[in-house]
Each structure stands twice: as structure tokens, then as C-alpha cells.
T-cell receptor, first 110, second 117 residues
Framework: LAKTTQPISMDSYEGQEVNITCSHNNIATNDYITWYQQFPSQGPRFIIQGYKTKVTNEVASLFIPADRKSSTLSLPRVSLSDTAVYYCLVGFRGYQKVTFGIGTKLQVIP | GAVVSQHPSRVICKSGTSVKIECRSLDFQATTMFWYRQFPKQSLMLMATSNEGSKATYEQGVEKDKFLINHASLTLSTLTVTSAHPEDSSFYIC?????????????FGEGSRLTVL
């Protein structure tokens, strides 16, 4: 399983765009990159998943360079409710056990 | 979207008793479920992989006789913490993979907070 490295914490003001980068140097050919959000005392919630280039949905964008050794989750115009821990996971589309890294604690400031 | 429900969401028990936590996939069949444990301010730690109709696979360091996992149907997996002690107090989370699902997305339950007195 590819190991991931993320910043432990980030602060951002409301309304700003936040980019969280995850390093996964040992990503395998079949591996997808998935980001989850977790609020205190809740289970993780799926945000976005991608394999290469760029993926966008209603809440975020995911940028993956050609070498796929890293990925960046982009949250446009964050609000206070986006304060949470964000996890980057790498694996074969969930058809195998996944292990969580430490995650990035995002604090949105008014 | 797919929903995974855990019950109970909170449980308090006395030391030495056993506690059962249920994980149900409400609108899909789950051939595989995972159980995680999360201590305060820490990440999720995978405890075991539960496959329907077969024995669970435990991660290194997780006592299978203490954390009994049963996956008797495609919609239900249970985790029983036997002879619980205060150090077992934690947030337990399950996740499930939809059988035959094309996306392989992991669906997580809401978590169950266990407090052992």
C-alpha cells in the first residue's frame, strides 16, 4: 500500500481557496487517489476520487500531475464548516484494505 | 448515496463486560467491511477486514479473541469488544465496499464511541 504524506495542519481565512497536497511516491499503476473529510466524532466522508489529471465535482477539485506521485485537493472559497481533518488515501479503488495517514487538520478562521 | 449505519452511536459500559457494535449497509450489499479504531486526535487505525461468510482478517497487534467480528450477511457486520477495559475506550468506525460496485468507494458509518468505566 502506498504511503502518503500530508501537512499536519493548515489555517485559512473564510472565502479563500485552500490547496492541500499529498505525496505518494510509491503509488502503483492501479492505484486511485481518494480524499475524505472527517469532522470530530463522525465517520469520514468521501470528497473526491481521481486517477490522473484533474477531477472536479460540486465540492472540490483534485489535481494529479503526470507522474502521479502527488495530488492536490483544492477547496474553493472555504467556510467555517469546512474545518475538519482531510485524509488522502491511495489504493485500488477501495477493493483492498486502506490505511489512513495522519491527515491534515484544516482550521478555517473567520 | 449509499449509507452505512452503526449502532449504538454511544455506549458506556463497566469494565469486564462485553459490548457489541453493529454495522449495517442500508441500501447496498457489502461483501467486505472494515473496522477501524480512532483515539482522540489520532488517525483511523485499521483493526480488521471482515468478509461475508468467512473469518475476519486482523491487523497485526489486534487481538482477535478480544475483538470478535462476525459478518453473517451481506448487510451486517458486528464487532464485539469482549471483557472491555478502560484502554478499549475509543471511537470505532466501520466502512463497507459495495458488492459489484464499479467505483470501489468506501462508505463509512457514523462511528460508535465506547467508554469503558
Amino acid at each position: 500500500l502506498a504511503k502518503t504524506t500530508q501537512p499536519i495542519s493548515m489555517d485559512s481565512y473564510e472565502g479563500q481557496e485552500v490547496n492541500i497536497t499529498c505525496s505518494h511516491n510509491n503509488i502503483a499503476t492501479n492505484d486511485y487517489i481518494t480524499w475524505y473529510q472527517q469532522f470530530p466524532s463522525q465517520g469520514p466522508r468521501f470528497i473526491i476520487q481521481g486517477y490522473k489529471t484533474k477531477v472536479t465535482n460540486e465540492v472540490a477539485s483534485l489535481f494529479i500531475p503526470a507522474d502521479r506521485k502527488s495530488s492536490t485537493l483544492s477547496l474553493p472559497r472555504v467556510s467555517l464548516s469546512d474545518t475538519a481533518v482531510y485524509y488522502c488515501l491511495v489504493g485500488f479503488r477501495g477493493y483492498q484494505k486502506v490505511t489512513f495517514g495522519i491527515g491534515t487538520k484544516l482550521q478555517v478562521i473567520p | 448515496g449509499a449509507v452505512v449505519s452503526q449502532h449504538p452511536s454511544r455506549v458506556i459500559c463497566k469494565s469486564g463486560t462485553s459490548v457489541k457494535i453493529e454495522c449495517r449497509s442500508l441500501d447496498f450489499q457489502a461483501t467486505t467491511m472494515f473496522w477501524y479504531r480512532q483515539f482522540p486526535k489520532q488517525s483511523l487505525m485499521l483493526m480488521a477486514t471482515s468478509n461475508e461468510g468467512s473469518k475476519a482478517t486482523y491487523e497485526q497487534g489486534v487481538e482477535k479473541d478480544k475483538f470478535l467480528i462476525n459478518h453473517a450477511s451481506l448487510t451486517l457486520s458486528t464487532l464485539t469488544v469482549t471483557s472491555a477495559h478502560p484502554e478499549d475506550s475509543s471511537f470505532y468506525i466501520c466502512s463497507a465496499i459495495a458488492a459489484g460496485g464499479p467505483d470501489g468507494e468506501l462508505f463509512f458509518g457514523e462511528g460508535s464511541r465506547l467508554t469503558v468505566l
